[in-house]
């Protein structure tokens, strides 16, 4: 049984928005970091946004200014806003969370066509 379930993925024109979340039955994020990766077809995994226990944030270059992570401690989920999106911002999007060891969600992808 998965820990992390991601939804909100899906198919989406450029310049459009996005909001993905990721929630979770077993695992308290709020005292953890959490964060988003994605992965693109035939590439590596990246990181895309981080939001640390005490709230702070971090933003790969190729995001910021478009992408905003959020955590809502009573509803034990972190979303992901994704807003102005392009092509190249394509792939499966996971959460993660930073217990003891890192958890990490199925993915769910996420399509901008031009």
């Known amino acids: 049984q998965a820990q992390l379930v991601e939804s909100g993925g899906g198919l989406v024109q450029a310049g459009g928005s996005l909001r993905l979340s990721c929630a979770s039955s077993?695992?308290?994020?709020?005292?953890?970091?959490n964060g988003w990766y994605r992965q693109a077809p035939g590439k590596q995994r990246e990181f895309v946004a981080r939001?640390?226990?005490?709230?702070?944030?971090n933003y790969a270059d190729s995001v910021k200014g478009r992408f905003t992570i959020s955590r809502d401690n009573a509803e034990n989920t972190v979303y992901l806003q994704m807003n102005s999106l392009k092509p190249e911002d394509t792939g499966v999007y996971f959460c993660?969370?930073?217990?003891?060891?890192?958890?990490w969600g199925q993915g769910t992808q996420v399509t901008v066509s031009s």
């Open positions: 993660y969370t930073d217990g003891p060891t890192r958890v």
């Open positions: 077993a695992i308290i994020f709020s005292i953890n970091n």
């Open positions: 939001i640390s226990r005490l709230g702070s944030t």
